[in-house]
Structure formats: structure tokens, C-alpha cells
């Protein structure tokens, strides 16, 4: 375990000096390299959908490996849906750039956050971006404490929550990853970021 963490972090260091990447990783149990389907195989997420909806597929759930397996996968994390920052800058990055992301191969841009499946339905709608980006819920957050990507937001009323991150995803394994130093931060996450670095 000692020798593990000693990598990563010599690994988190050595990419920092030479500018790889997002140097706030360091803290988050996801690291390149990581195949998420295999490090979280009970984990499930929600896919955004109605009330109605939710009630006809009986409230079903999408394993990761449905996710991910096979597929080139852009995946980003953000505190909450109708939040300051969501809206107005992180979803917005990967909506616009959603045709360079299918010209470069990749399969699937996800959204995923601590919300219900329902309010990332309506959210999804107001910004008129479910044409483009797939919104699966967190609704426990188990996903993201799975990855230690979890965060208590209490201090905006919005208890626990997901970091703000991104992450280029192939059949599972984790190639790419970026995280912000604070969920307020709009630095490293961004859809153009990512995007430079598939």
C-alpha cells in the first residue's frame, strides 16, 4: 500500500513538474490508468429521465461497464445541476465542442453529478444540451466517493457533492484526468482542456 501511494504521488509529481495534466490530482484515488469498471463493479449511475420515465423502466440503473466498455468516453463530473458555474461554464464547454469531440472518435460526452435523475433531466433541458451530452445521476454519490472524487459542500447548502473534473475514458481505463483544485475553479476541466489532450 505504502509503495502504491509512493508511485502515484511520485507519478502526480513528476507530471506536474513537466506540465502534464491537471496538477491537482494528487488527492483522488482515480489516477490514470485506473479502469473504473473493474475499481467500482457494484456502482451504478441514472440515467436523466422523467418522472414517468423512471416509474415505466422501474427505476433502472446503468452499470459502468454499459458505459464504458468498448467505447472512447469524455466524461466530466460538477458539483450540482442549476449551480453558477455548471450552467454557465462547464457544460457549455463540452456542448460547444461536441462536433470536434465525435471528429477525434470519441463515442460518448457524459455528465455526471449528485443529483437525481430527475433534476438533470430538467436541467439538461434548460440548457438544451441533451442532444449532445449524456446526464447520468449520482443520486448517493457512491460513484463519486468510490474515486474519492466526493466532496462536502455544506458550506454552500449543498452537503455532499462530486469535485469538479474531467476525464478521457477507453474501455473503462482512465487515460486522461483532470481536477480542480476547489469545485469553484474553472481551470483544468473544461471541455476545450480535454479536448487538447485526446
Not at 5 to 15: G, H, P, T
Not at 53 to 77: A, Y
Request: aromatic residues 10%; hydrophobic residues 40%.
Amino acid at each position: 500500500m505504502a509503495s502504491t501511494l509512493l508511485k502515484r504521488a511520485s507519478y502526480s509529481a513528476m507530471r506536474s513538474a513537466v506540465g502534464i495534466g491537471a496538477s491537482s490530482r494528487g488527492y483522488a484515488a482515480v489516477a490514470v490508468g485506473t479502469d473504473l469498471v473493474s475499481a467500482a463493479p457494484d456502482v451504478s449511475l441514472q440515467k436523466a429521465r422523467s418522472w414517468d420515465e423512471g416509474v415505466s423502466s422501474k427505476f433502472s440503473t446503468t452499470p459502468l461497464k454499459d458505459i464504458f466498455k468498448d467505447k472512447k468516453v469524455v466524461i466530466f463530473g460538477l458539483p450540482g445541476a442549476y449551480t453558477g458555474v455548471c450552467s454557465q461554464q462547464h457544460v457549455p464547454s463540452y456542448k460547444s465542442n461536441i462536433d470536434k469531440f465525435k471528429a477525434k472518435g470519441i463515442d460518448s460526452v457524459i455528465c455526471v453529478a449528485v443529483n437525481d435523475p430527475y433534476v438533470l433531466n430538467g436541467w439538461a433541458d434548460k440548457l438544451e444540451a441533451k442532444d449532445s451530452i449524456e446526464f447520468y445521476g449520482d443520486f448517493d454519490g457512491s460513484f463519486h466517493k468510490s474515486f474519492e472524487l466526493d466532496k462536502d459542500l455544506s458550506v454552500a447548502l449543498l452537503g455532499p457533492r462530486s469535485q469538479r473534473w474531467s476525464a478521457y475514458v477507453v474501455d473503462g481505463k482512465v487515460k486522461v484526468l483532470n481536477v480542480e483544485e476547489a469545485p469553484s475553479d474553472f481551470k483544468v476541466s473544461g471541455g476545450d482542456v480535454i479536448l487538447g489532450q485526446i
